[in-house]
C-alpha cells in the first residue's frame, strides 16, 4: 500500500489500524500511523459510564478528523491527542 492508503486504513478499525502498520508504507504514513494509534488508545477511556462516552463522541470526532486529513493527504494533527508520539 501507498502512504495515502495506508493513512487511511489507519483510521478505520483496530483491524486496519494493524494492517496499515504491518502491510502499509510505515515511513511515508508514519504521522497518520501514530495519530490513529493515539485515538484508538484514547478511545478505550470511552468505556467509563458518563464522563467516558462523551470523551468517546471526542475521539470518534477526532478519528474523522484524522480520516479527512489523510484522504486529502495533508498531516493536520488533532485537537487535544494530536500531540502526543508513540510512533519513532
Known amino acids: 500500500m501507498d502512504a495515502k492508503t495506508t ?3 489507519a483510521y ?3 483491524i486496519g ?3 496499515a502498520f504491518v502491510l502499509g508504507d510505515r ?5 497518520h500511523l501514530n495519530q490513529a494509534l493515539v485515538i484508538w488508545l484514547a478511545g ?3 468505556f467509563i459510564p458518563c464522563i467516558g462516552w462523551l ?14 486529513s ?3 493527504g495533508e498531516e493536520k494533527a488533532v485537537p487535544l491527542l494530536g500531540q502526543i508520539r508513540l510512533l519513532k
Open 44 to 46: 478505550l477511556l470511552s
Open 55 to 68: 470523551w468517546g463522541i471526542f475521539c470518534f470526532i477526532c478519528a474523522v478528523m484524522g480520516f479527512i
Open 70 to 72: 489523510a484522504v486529502n
Open 7 to 9: 493513512g487511511i486504513v
Open 27 to 31: 515511513e511515508g504514513a508514519k504521522f
Open 12 to 14: 478505520i478499525t483496530w
Open 17 to 19: 489500524l494493524v494492517i
